[in-house]
């Protein structure tokens, strides 16, 4: 299974209680790019049961409910004594993804695709991680490239918090770290990486610099507890109109120039090369996805 092969949006991926059936309801006209139906930090313990034939309704046959919008369902842990019903109903879903939390080694990821596996998920089905845990940290390049089956690295920030004792600070400078290694996973295997959660809501600002500083630090998107968190989720990491006028007219003079033969060439007195055109190339693949899915969705 070939990773990356179509760019699809991820900036804004919303967590929706499995528990809450009002919530999986809503989420059917919400903007984001996807959705994460949550069994497990959001659904207490005595819910669990339910929980998962809830979300199993949700992304069953009528999935289709979600339109355009990446689906995606967080199991509980397989170490935990619901881990392996919740993969096995997942199994069976119209699910784009199944999320797998307390990934720490090469081999979760694998006892993961075994479960999968046993459960009769078919060989397309995508898993998603979540790198929560300090040594999950240290071990991410070998997890990031432990099988084919691996589509995206999701930071999880409160759990990664608590475990090192860092605190939260606008400037999660406790944090930096562990984001960078992620995002480097990510790249260096051909992965999708999501920032972590934004906990208070009230906090505006706080949030659209976060979100600022994840896509500088090279993130395709963030993860987002609440609705009211999308609108500067979905601007921040869409390309904005003077990136994409520039990336427009670097396009244009890099095409112009090959055709002359030549291997650089020079706009607004900046030499550009082909690495420079990837990724303003990628940037406008990005755009188009995002004008194709909101086409999609009116």
């Known amino acids: 299974m070939s990773r990356q092969a179509v ?14 059936p009002r919530a999986l309801e809503k989420a059917a006209s919400l903007a984001a790019d996807g959705l994460i139906l949550d069994l497990e930090d959001s659904v207490a313990p005595e819910a669990k049961a339910a929980a998962r034939d809830l979300v199993a309704t949700a992304a069953g046959p009528d999935r ?13 842990a397989l170490d935990t004594p619901w881990g392996h019903d919740d993969v096995v109903a997942a199994a069976r879903l119209k699910a784009d993804a199944i999320l797998f939390p307390k990934v720490s080694t090469p081999e979760d990821v694998m006892a993961a695709i075994r479960a999968l596996e046993a459960a009769g998920a078919p060989e397309s089905l995508p898993i998603w991680i979540m790198a929560e845990t300090p040594r999950g940290i240290l071990e991410i390049d070998r997890i990031a490239g432990a099988h084919p089956r691996l589509a995206c690295i999701v930071a999880g920030t409160s759990d990664l918090a608590r475990d090192l004792r860092a605190r939260h600070t606008p400037g999660r400078e406790g944090m930096l770290a562990a984001l960078s290694l992620m995002v480097l996973a990510a ?39 609440h609705p009211k968190q999308l609108e500067a989720a979905n601007r921040i990491f869409a390309p904005s109109a003077a990136e994409l006028q520039t990336a427009t007219k670097v396009v244009a003079a890099w095409n112009a120039a090959r055709a002359e033969g030549k291997g650089v060439c020079v706009v607004d007195g900046k030499l550009i090369e082909k690495l420079h055109v990837e990724e303003y190339e990628r940037m406008i693949a990005l755009d188009q996805a995002i004008r194709g899915a909101a086409a999609n969705a009116a």
């Open 7 to 20: 760019i699809r949006p991820r900036r804004s991926v919303l967590y929706m209680p499995g528990s809450n």
């Open 64 to 76: 289709a409910s979600f339109g355009r919008r990446e689906v995606i369902v967080r199991v509980n």
């Open 187 to 225: 790249r260096a295997h051909g992965l999708d990486a999501l920032d972590g959660v934004h906990l208070d809501l009230q906090d505006e600002a706080g949030f659209a610099a976060a979100c600022e500083q994840g896509r500088n630090m090279g993130f395709d998107g963030k993860t987002l507890i």
